[in-house]
């Protein structure tokens, strides 16, 4: 999965979150800008899950970054275990690492995102679509 080395994350990897993984993520990319997706946003609990829906009216807000292309696997290696993904139990995981159109600051796209995979049926939508504004109300 080397299509493009930007990165869109919408929850706990933007920009002014302090987990470990938001820094680890702050020191191998760059900023590119605000940016945001078609889709619907769930709260999961301690952290959002997106899912994408191109033609959808809805969005969800966040940040794009560039990977630097040396740290690459790196980067998703982390990021990949900080999300979830097991590789052998792909179906079973909570999200999966795909490709999806952001628009950043005016300009479309291609990026890769993780999108929440499972069942949305019993979950809260997140109306507003940015995960830290929806904390701050919650």
């Known amino acids: 999965m080397n299509k493009?080395?930007?990165?869109?994350?919408?929850?706990?990897?933007?920009?002014n979150f302090t987990v470990d993984s938001a820094k680890f993520l702050r020191e191998n990319a760059?900023?590119?800008g605000?940016?945001?997706i078609h889709g619907l946003l769930?709260?999961?609990?301690n952290y959002p899950g997106a899912v994408y829906l191109p033609h959808s009216n809805f969005s969800i807000k966040g940040e794009?970054?560039?990977i630097k292309k040396e740290r690459f696997n790196k980067v998703f290696y982390e990021l990949d275990n900080y999300e979830g993904l097991d590789p052998i139990n792909e179906k079973q995981?909570?999200?999966?690492?795909?490709?999806v159109v952001a628009n950043v600051?005016?300009?479309e796209m291609t990026v890769i995102t993780y999108l929440y995979q499972q069942s949305c049926n019993k979950l809260k939508l997140i109306d507003c679509g940015f995960y830290p504004e929806y904390m701050t109300k919650n």
């Not at 995981?93 to 490709?99: G, L, Q, S, T, V």
Request: hydrophobic content about 35%; aromatic content about 20%.
């Open 4 to 15: 493009t080395n930007y990165l869109f994350v919408y929850g706990t990897l933007l920009s």
């Open 30 to 32: 760059t900023l590119v």
């Open 34 to 36: 605000k940016a945001h």
């Open 42 to 45: 769930f709260d999961l609990g």
């Open 64 to 66: 794009v970054y560039e």
């Open 93 to 99: 995981n909570e999200y999966i690492k795909d490709f």
């Open 105 to 107: 600051e005016g300009k």
